[in-house]
């Protein structure tokens, strides 16, 4: 009875984001109208903010973002003050106007309601102008993060001290800047009905081989879930053996070692909201081996995983880095 109830639930769900999706022109250009629409998408919603303002003289204009979640400043001087540039000039549009003189940010012009919903959500900026029929969407986002930092699981003593964080732009740049390339490929996938979490795949073109890319992306792409709260999620679905008591999906939040995967032709998934990144394919000798190992002689490194393979991981499980169980600085902590 209650798989009954929660399958007729997420049907339900699924007409409502149905009845959004459409052209916005089916509204009609009033911006009364469209506004009416959006409040009722957004019923409930306290934190979802609706602001009229008047653009390059009487011309009404409401501003729709999510409180908290765009810059305030690039509001401020983006927007409002856009109309001082062209004060006694004559264009075709407001919009033109504003796509003239906004600087930041990316802008994208859509006449979809689920795009503006989405954009919204995503911690755009919704322009709906009066007497138009499109609305522009500019990427103001700015979400509370952490600062970057050595991760606590995965301590070294040689090595660089930055970790991911949970802000999935702050992590692709630690990538970009560690491999400055044009053939470091990172596709973009959403996946969660009701998350709508970014999930990224990155992989150096060349390296990587196609049919394990291809692979990837399909697994990714299939996935059918209501939300995302973690990279662990992706792991469940895209695992070989789900009852199997091993590892088979690599994890790391340091960019140092996805960078190293990477060179060696494996994959990376980045998820949006998790610090966790994962790597594939995974084999017996990447279980064995820690960050520290990197930057270590071969010949240490050698001894370290003939240690770990035969036992010695016992030894090594408070710090990852060394044999010395008894004087462990981080025994029984």
């Given at each position: 009875?209650?798989?009954l109830?929660?399958?007729?639930?997420?049907?339900?769900?699924?007409?409502?984001?149905?009845?959004?999706?459409?052209?916005?022109?089916?509204?009609?250009?009033?911006?009364?109208?469209?506004?009416?629409?959006?409040?009722?998408?957004?019923?409930?919603?306290?934190?979802?903010?609706?602001?009229?303002?008047?653009?390059?003289?009487?011309?009404?204009?409401?501003?729709?973002?999510?409180?908290?979640?765009?810059?305030?400043?690039?509001?401020?001087?983006?927007?409002?003050?856009?109309?001082?540039?062209?004060?006694?000039?004559?264009?075709?549009?407001?919009?033109?106007?504003?796509?003239?003189?906004?600087?930041?940010?990316r802008?994208?012009?859509?006449?979809?309601?689920?795009?503006?919903?989405?954009?919204?959500?995503?911690?755009g900026?919704?322009?709906?102008?009066?007497?138009?029929?499109?609305?522009?969407?500019?990427?103001?986002?700015?979400?509370?993060?952490?600062?970057?930092?050595?991760?606590?699981?995965?301590?070294?003593?040689?090595?660089?001290?930055?970790?991911?964080?949970?802000?999935?732009?702050?992590?692709?740049?630690?990538?970009?800047?560690?491999?400055?390339?044009?053939?470091?490929?990172?596709?973009?996938?959403?996946?969660?009905?009701?998350?709508?979490?970014?999930?990224?795949?990155?992989?150096?073109?060349?390296?990587?081989?196609?049919?394990?890319?291809?692979?990837?992306?399909?697994?990714?792409?299939?996935?059918?879930?209501?939300?995302?709260?973690?990279?662990?999620?992706?792991?469940?679905?895209?695992e070989?053996?789900?009852?199997?008591?091993?590892p088979?999906?690599?994890?790391?939040?340091?960019?140092?070692?996805?960078?190293?995967?990477?060179?060696?032709?494996?994959?990376?998934?980045?998820?949006?909201?998790?610090?966790?990144?994962?790597?594939?394919?995974?084999?017996?000798?990447?279980a064995?081996?820690?960050?520290?190992?990197?930057?270590?002689?071969?010949?240490?490194?050698?001894?370290?995983?003939?240690?770990?393979g035969?036992?010695?991981?016992?030894?090594?499980?408070?710090c990852?880095?060394?044999?010395?169980?008894?004087?462990?600085?981080?025994?029984?902590?």
């Open positions: 009875m209650k798989l109830m929660g399958s007729s639930r997420r049907n339900k769900r699924i007409l409502e984001l149905q009845s959004l999706s459409g052209p916005i022109v089916t509204m009609g250009e009033d911006i009364d109208t469209k506004r009416l629409l959006l409040e009722r998408t957004f019923a409930h919603c306290s934190d979802v903010v609706f602001r009229t303002v008047s653009l390059f003289g009487s011309n009404q204009a409401v501003l729709v973002y999510v409180d908290g979640m765009i810059d305030p400043h690039g509001l401020l001087q983006g927007v409002l003050d856009s109309e001082r540039i062209f004060e006694g000039k004559e264009l075709l549009s407001i919009a033109e106007k504003l796509e003239q003189t906004l600087t930041i940010g802008m994208h012009v859509t006449n979809m309601a689920d795009e503006l919903v989405k954009g919204v959500l995503d911690g900026l919704a322009i709906v102008l009066d007497g138009a029929q499109n609305v522009l969407i500019v990427g103001m986002e700015k979400f509370p993060s952490r600062n970057v930092e050595e991760p606590e699981a995965e301590p070294v003593v040689r090595g660089p001290r930055e970790g991911f964080i949970e802000e999935i732009k702050t992590n692709t740049i630690l990538l970009r800047k560690r491999l400055r390339t044009s053939r470091l490929k990172i596709e973009s996938f959403t996946l969660g009905e009701l998350s709508q979490t970014k999930v990224l795949v990155a992989y150096i073109s060349g390296i990587a081989t196609d049919s394990v890319v291809k692979e990837v992306r399909e697994r990714v792409s299939t996935i059918k879930i209501d939300g995302v709260i973690d990279s662990g999620y992706i792991e469940e679905f895209i070989d053996m789900p009852f199997s008591p091993f088979q999906v690599q994890n790391t939040e340091r960019p140092d070692v996805v960078m190293a995967n990477l060179l060696e032709g494996k994959i990376a998934i980045l998820v949006d909201g998790s610090p966790n990144v994962l790597i594939v394919p995974m084999t017996f000798w990447s064995l081996q820690n960050a520290e190992d990197y930057y270590s002689q071969h010949c240490g490194c050698a001894c370290y995983w003939a240690g770990r035969t036992g010695g991981s016992r030894f090594c499980a408070n990852h880095c060394c044999l010395d169980y008894r004087n462990c600085k981080f025994r029984d902590t």
